[in-house]
């Protein structure tokens, strides 16, 4: 079975002034009306007026709610870190006068104990010069002005021994 090319019959146009199914073609015609709307008043709805006031106020008073809870609820986040703070700074204060505490204790055993001391085994407080270092008597310099070849230096615990009083 051959198939062979057929033509297919071309669209017909018509002419753009002929009538079409028995009408007429439309011309489009504009009237000009000059309408004057200058001495015309709108007339005021009451009702509706009142009706946008209404939404107004109650959109206006949802907001003042909104904020004033939103306002309590940060100032109550900001007494909580204010109360925290605190407490921070109460136990740092706690430990600081414990520490003093303490320290005040071994202030009055220390005089406590200079006091017995003093009191019992007769002992009494240093005077000046009776404590010697080792550290001074290695770096002394020689007693003597006269030049001197060598020297020879006695070890500092047996200058420490002679420093020592005697009973």
């Not at 009538?19 to 009451?46: C, H, M, Q, W």
């Not at 309590?72 to 430990?95: A, D, M, P, W």
């Not at 006269?146 to 200058?159: C, D, I, M, T």
């Amino acid at each position: 079975m051959a198939t062979a090319a057929q033509a297919l019959p071309g669209a017909r146009r018509r002419p753009r002034q002929t009538l079409t199914a028995g009408r007429a073609p439309v011309r489009e015609v504009y009237f000009v009306k000059r309408i004057d709307n200058s001495r015309i008043v709108r007339e005021v709805d009451g009702a509706k007026h009142r009706e946008c006031y209404t939404l107004a106020g109650l959109i206006g008073l949802s907001f003042v709610l909104c904020f004033a809870y939103a306002w309590q609820h940060f100032q109550c986040v900001r007494y909580g870190y204010e109360i925290e703070q605190l407490r921070q700074q109460k136990t740092s204060l706690e430990n600081w006068n414990r520490r003093l505490k303490s320290e005040e204790q071994s202030l009055d055993q220390k005089d406590f104990i200079e006091g017995k001391a003093q009191a019992e085994l007769g002992l009494e407080p240093v005077r000046p010069g009776q404590v010697v270092r080792a550290e001074d008597l290695m770096d002394a310099p020689p007693v003597s002005e006269e030049p001197q070849l060598a020297e020879s230096r006695p070890a500092p615990s047996a200058a420490l021994a002679g420093l020592r009083p005697r009973h």
